[in-house]
């Protein structure tokens, strides 16, 4: 007999939206400051600086790519609750080290802490999965993505307004707010792993090798896996370059920048908080999926070639943020291609994979901006990382395309029902008895 799910109500999914937030303040509120915060530590020139923060990235991810499979596993043994309130106070404490930071070197470790205590993204999208059915998941994580579009308008602003005033007040301003969502998560955030879903810990599992070589069982979630470890490289180009290719190209100041992005934050919100949740089901993960693959793509090509003026920047922020229909159309796919007792390991795996981008995106996109950039370069353009990202994004349509073929073509000698524990992978033209297919749109009848 199947146990009946734990309800989400709605102070735990509004602190989930805040632990998300949080996240994304993390990595946001350093993006106005961080040109002229590195230039006051090293004393180095406006494009010099870059390499620097794309080490700082390249750590956060790093941190970033062990922690989440092992809290991950950790979350699937002990709970969710835990383990998300743990990494909060640990924010509160890191964000008060980088405020204090005297040197570089504070400032590096500060981002390692960062990126170890971020781990509360994949714990907080295992919580959503526990508490949702298979065909409201991708709705659901399309609100906590659009945490990720409010953070981009907190965290920039607190990192622009602020930073006019002290390079250091946004970090204090962020340590406070960690600790207050803390201490309001003691009260309000209920667990939502029930025991008898638990499963051991394995650190054979709990490592990102580990958890990457365990979801070849699901081949669904692999081959969109895929697709969203390319998707994310050519999406992390943004926060690895935007200021230092706005300030270069259009001499903008930190108050510029914050304002960019607080529009990026604006419509992000407005697609993943409310379009997501409103066509996905109609339209399916698929369909959703695509959209945002061809938006995304032709902002990239914008941001390279038809920038003239900062002006038109906005523009190609506007049909870019249809990309946000990528991430919860992925999410709910392989979350149900997975069973119940493994969306920890599933979200872990996925930040993990998503870390793995940001080591590899930060240093590769600010190291062709430098060349670019640079007064001896054979050829000025600012755009390339963003041309580049484009053509990555376009990439990522092949293995999406022919996983979820290959899919269809399996279910058809597929078993009629599946168990609690095992992987959703079957087709379903009626929801009231099984999941939607994977890879089918979730409203056909």
Avoid: C
Wanted: hydrophobic share 50%; net charge neutral; proline share 6%.
């Amino acid at each position: 007999m199947k146990l009946p799910q734990p309800k989400l109500t709605k102070h735990a999914l509004g602190f989930l939206f805040f632990v998300i937030l949080l996240d994304v303040i993390g990595l946001g509120i350093i993006i106005p400051v961080l040109p002229q915060l590195l230039i006051e530590l090293t004393g180095r020139a406006e494009n010099e600086v870059a390499l620097l923060g794309g080490y700082l990235l390249f750590a956060y991810a790093g941190a970033q790519f062990v922690m989440s499979p092992i809290l991950g596993g950790i979350s699937d043994r002990f709970g969710r609750r835990p383990v998300i309130l743990f990494s909060l106070l640990g924010y509160a404490v890191d964000f008060t080290l980088m405020a204090l930071a005297p040197t570089y070197a504070w400032l590096f470790l500060g981002r390692l802490l960062s990126g170890a205590f971020a781990a509360t993204y994949a714990t907080s999208y295992a919580f959503i999965a526990d508490v949702s059915p298979p065909e409201k998941r991708a709705g659901n994580f399309g609100l906590l993505g659009a945490a990720f579009g409010i953070g981009f308008i907190l965290g920039p602003l607190l990192g622009g307004v602020l930073g006019e005033i002290d390079t250091r007040l946004p970090f204090f301003a962020a340590a406070a707010i960690a600790f207050a969502n803390f201490v309001y998560g003691i009260f309000v955030l209920p667990e939502s792993l029930a025991p008898e879903k638990r499963r051991k810990f394995e650190l054979k599992r709990a490592n990102p090798l580990g958890s990457l070589l365990q979801l070849r069982t699901y081949p669904i979630v692999l081959g969109v896996l895929l697709s969203y470890f390319l998707m994310q490289v050519a999406h992390n180009s943004l926060p690895a370059i935007w200021s230092y290719f706005s300030t270069v190209k259009f001499g903008w100041t930190p108050r510029d920048i914050g304002f960019s992005l607080v529009y990026v934050g604006i419509t992000a919100a407005f697609v993943q908080g409310y379009l997501t949740r409103k066509l996905i089901p109609v339209i399916g993960e698929r369909t959703a999926v695509h959209i945002g693959l061809v938006a995304m793509t032709i902002s990239f090509i914008g941001y390279a070639f038809f920038t003239p003026t900062g002006g038109w920047v906005y523009l190609w922020i506007t049909v870019g943020a249809a990309g946000g229909f990528m991430m919860p159309g992925m999410q709910g796919l392989m979350s149900r291609a997975t069973p119940e007792n493994a969306q920890g390991e599933l979200q872990g795996a996925i930040a993990s994979v998503m870390s793995i981008t940001m080591l590899v995106s930060p240093l590769s996109m600010t190291w062709i901006f430098d060349r670019y950039t640079a007064d001896d370069a054979a050829i000025y353009f600012p755009g390339a990382p963003f041309l580049i990202s484009g053509v990555i994004l376009l990439t990522a349509l092949v293995p999406f395309w022919l996983t979820l073929s290959k899919a269809e073509l399996r279910s058809h000698d597929a078993k009629p029902t599946a168990g609690p524990d095992e992987a959703v992978t079957l087709s379903s033209k009626d929801k009231s008895q099984q999941s939607p297919a994977v890879g089918e749109d979730s409203t056909k009848q």
